[in-house]
């Protein structure tokens, strides 16, 4: 066994937990408080001084913030989703010959020679209107869900760097953002959980 490439690799730092990747990007697997050739998720987004730091962590706080955006937004969509749903219910409970609105009803009433076609009119919610709306609202939903997932995987790899810094950064943007957009939903989903 050749021990002089073990002792050689010990000297470059290889061995203590950090990764040399070409001298430009040191990607560190212990938790660290060092910035120092520091490339946060791509080669690209590179630490190169304080200000590239602050700016970087400034921008990891927006980030964050956004995931709770897009929960925000997720939950007012299903909710949306919802009421759209009740609304084909709500006409076959009260059998007002598939008319959802009330007030169309009332046109309805006022002109009674008004022709009405339940399977053509986009005011009028019908049978086929509903499969349409299901079949929208699910393929919305799991766009939302598939984006959030992204988001979520994407900040984790932010926590990754083992940076302290960048981390406290990720809480941070995750506090900022439940202030922001939390609309008072429980805290209980964490950012990792998608």
Known sequence: MDH????????HGHGHGDMDMGG????????TWSSENLCIIFRQWRIT???SFFVSLLLIVLLTAGYE??????????????????????VSSTGDDGIADPSIA?????????????????????????????????????????????YSFFIMLLFMTYNGMVMIAVAVGAF???LAFADGTPATKTIACH
């Open 4 to 11: 002089s490439m073990h002792s050689m690799d010990m000297d």
């Open 24 to 31: 430009q990007c040191s990607m560190n697997m212990i938790f």
């Open 49 to 51: 001084g304080p200000l």
């Open 69 to 90: 955006g897009v929960r925000n937004i997720t939950r007012k969509y299903e909710v949306a989703h919802a009421q759209r749903l009740s609304a084909f219910t709500a």
């Open 106 to 150: 009332n046109v309805t009433a006022d002109f009674p020679g008004l022709p009405i076609n339940n399977e053509s009119s986009p005011l009028i919610v019908g049978r086929d209107n509903r499969a349409a709306v299901i079949r929208q609202g699910k393929i919305t939903m799991a766009a939302l869900y598939a984006i959030q997932v992204f």
């Open 176 to 178: 900022v953002g439940y």
